[in-house]
């Protein structure tokens, strides 16, 4: 078992730039990916960001404003986000794949606003 805590999700104006963070706790030994999806009011839940062994992946509508960093030391995954746009505006989740045997298993966070004002 993976468990994921979120923070740093707020209220900002457009332009603007947020950190959020997850931490994992739990089987992290297992976990071979890592990242980011949102979903926004009436959508449904798109990858962000993904980190892996084979590095880093975005989505193209946040390519070049977000970034996704990981510090294996503190278990923890970050998601730079600059030049924030309304559009913006979701509920990011952090996801980890982790595989026990020979079966892989998807872990989600609770979620943590991002409300992003014009």
């Known amino acids: 078992q993976v468990q994921l805590v979120e923070s740093g999700g707020g209220l900002v104006q457009a332009g603007g730039s947020l950190r959020l963070s997850c931490v994992a706790s739990?089987?992290?030994?297992?976990?071979?990916?890592i990242g980011w999806y949102r979903q926004a009011p009436g959508k449904q839940r798109e990858l962000v960001a993904v980190?892996?062994?084979?590095?880093?992946t975005y989505a193209d509508s946040v390519k070049g404003r977000f970034t996704i960093s990981r510090d294996t030391s503190k278990n923890t995954v970050y998601l730079e986000i600059n030049s924030l746009k309304p559009e913006d505006t979701a509920v990011y989740y952090c996801?980890?794949?982790?595989?026990?045997?020979?079966?892989?298993?998807?872990?989600w966070g609770q979620g943590t606003q991002v409300t992003v004002s014009s």
């Open positions: 996801n980890a794949e982790a595989k026990f045997f020979t079966r892989t298993y998807t872990y």
């Open positions: 739990g089987s992290t030994y297992a976990m071979n990916a």
């Open positions: 980190n892996s062994s084979g590095g880093s």
